[in-house]
């Protein structure tokens, strides 16, 4: 019979090993494409590394642009301080020639105080000798100071001579009279002392 001969196959059969479906593997399958070792960079990689170079470059100029600006700052507060010096030098050079405008109108008045004292006329307790010395107290108090006395050595660089009288003796030249009183303000020389000089005789 032709139906007997055909037997189907039971389903708890089981089969060789190394047999079967080639759906089994022996290993898992890539998952998700991930790129194995040894393959081309990606675009984000690429993009990536272009972000990174691009931050580099920013870091650079941001550093140089800090570095001059720096530089620059410390020029303006190198400048800064000259001219302030500069600006304190000159309001004291200005300040030394306004007072010495102001002693320089003094002086004529100082010369008859002194001209007077010497023929007697500023006798103590008396009105005159009382603004005398008020006057005398105002130019003190103003730094105003007087040079040359006889005895000293003659210095053509702060001494006038108006005369020079040999004298026997003398060593050098020396402050013999003194005409006019020099005076000074500060390192502002006003007036010269004007003075008979003895030098040596021949």
Same mark, same amino acid.
């Given at each position: 019979? !032709?139906?007997?001969?055909?037997?189907?196959?039971?389903?708890?059969?089981?089969?060789?090993?190394?047999? *079967?479906?080639?759906? %089994?593997?022996?290993?898992?399958?890539?998952?998700?494409?991930?790129? &194995?070792?040894?393959?081309?960079? /990606?675009?984000?990689?690429?993009?990536?590394?272009?972000?990174?170079?691009?931050?580099?470059?920013?870091?650079?100029?941001?550093?140089?642009?800090?570095?001059?600006?720096?530089?620059?700052?410390?020029?303006? %507060?190198? =400048?800064?301080?000259?001219?302030?010096?500069? /600006?304190?030098?000159?309001?004291?050079?200005?300040?030394?020639? !306004?007072?010495?405008?102001?002693?320089?109108?003094?002086?004529?008045?100082?010369?008859?105080?002194?001209?007077?004292?010497?023929?007697?006329?500023?006798?103590?307790?008396?009105?005159?000798? &009382?603004?005398? =010395?008020?006057?005398?107290?105002? !130019?003190?108090?103003? *730094?105003?100071?007087?040079?040359?006395?006889?005895?000293?050595?003659?210095?053509? %660089? %702060?001494? +006038?001579?108006?005369?020079?009288?040999? /004298?026997?003796? !003398?060593?050098?030249?020396?402050?013999? +009279?003194?005409? =006019?009183?020099?005076?000074?303000?500060?390192?502002? +020389?006003?007036?010269?002392?004007?003075?008979?000089?003895?030098?040596?005789?021949?």
């Amino acid at each position: 019979m !032709a139906d007997k001969d055909f037997e189907e196959p039971q389903g708890d059969e089981v089969r060789p090993e190394g047999e *079967g479906s080639e759906e %089994q593997s022996s290993g898992p399958a890539p998952q998700g494409g991930e790129p &194995a070792e040894g393959d081309e960079l /990606t675009v984000d990689d690429i993009l990536g590394a272009e972000q990174n170079a691009d931050a580099a470059a920013e870091d650079a100029v941001l550093a140089d642009l800090e570095s001059a600006l720096l530089t620059d700052l410390k020029r303006l %507060q190198a =400048e800064y301080a000259n001219y302030r010096r500069r /600006t304190e030098e000159q309001r004291e050079v200005e300040i030394e020639r !306004a007072k010495g405008a102001v002693a320089k109108g003094l002086l004529p008045v100082l010369d008859d105080l002194d001209r007077a004292e010497k023929h007697g006329d500023l006798e103590e307790g008396t009105p005159f000798a &009382a603004i005398a =010395e008020k006057l005398r107290g105002v !130019a003190e108090r103003m *730094g105003l100071v007087t040079y040359g006395a006889p005895g000293e050595v003659f210095d053509p %660089q %702060q001494h +006038e001579a108006i005369f020079q009288a040999p /004298t026997p003796g !003398a060593t050098e030249s020396t402050i013999l +009279e003194v005409v =006019e009183i020099g005076y000074r303000l500060g390192s502002v +020389e006003l007036r010269p002392a004007k003075v008979v000089v003895a030098v040596p005789a021949e």
